[in-house]
Nanobody, 127 residues
Framework: QVQLVESGGGLVQAGGSLRLSCAASGRTFSTYAMGWFRQAPGKEREFVATIGWNGISTAYADSVKGRFTISRDNAKNTVSLQMNILKPEDTAVYYC????????????????????WGQGTQVTVSS
């Protein structure tokens, strides 16, 4: 099993940056593809980004491509999401998730494809 704990959320003005981190427990972290999802009030949880076990392969939602960067450090059991040029529509609770069910070299884009989830961290972008 993997336990995930997110941190780094907060309030930021539009155009600003935040870096989210997700710390994972367990010795098998490097065998999981990792993903970031977000959920705004009244909306379904949506895919943001995913990264393969070796940190080389990544995929992004079109809405964040070019602004967000996902990365991981298997030695530290962490996965990060660097968010730049933030927009009010990025406001949501952000979750990290882990899966061994791959689509190619990365995780999928559906929440149903992930087995472990963190508790989430709030990101609020003011206009």
């Amino acid at each position: 099993q993997v336990q995930l704990v997110e941190s780094g959320g907060g309030l930021v003005q539009a155009g600003g940056s935040l870096r989210l981190s997700c710390a994972a427990s367990g010795r098998t972290f490097s065998t999981y593809a990792m993903g970031w999802f977000r959920q705004a009030p009244g909306k379904e949880r949506e895919f943001v980004a995913t990264i393969g076990w070796n940190g080389i392969s990544t995929a992004y939602a079109d809405s964040v491509k070019g602004r967000f960067t996902i990365s991981r450090d298997n030695a530290k059991n962490t996965v990060s999401l660097q968010m730049n040029i933030l927009k009010p529509e990025d406001t949501a609770v952000y979750y990290c998730a882990a899966t061994r069910r791959l689509r190619g070299a990365v995780g999928g884009s559906s929440p149903n494809e992930y087995d472990y989830w963190g508790q989430g961290t709030q990101v609020t972008v003011s206009s």
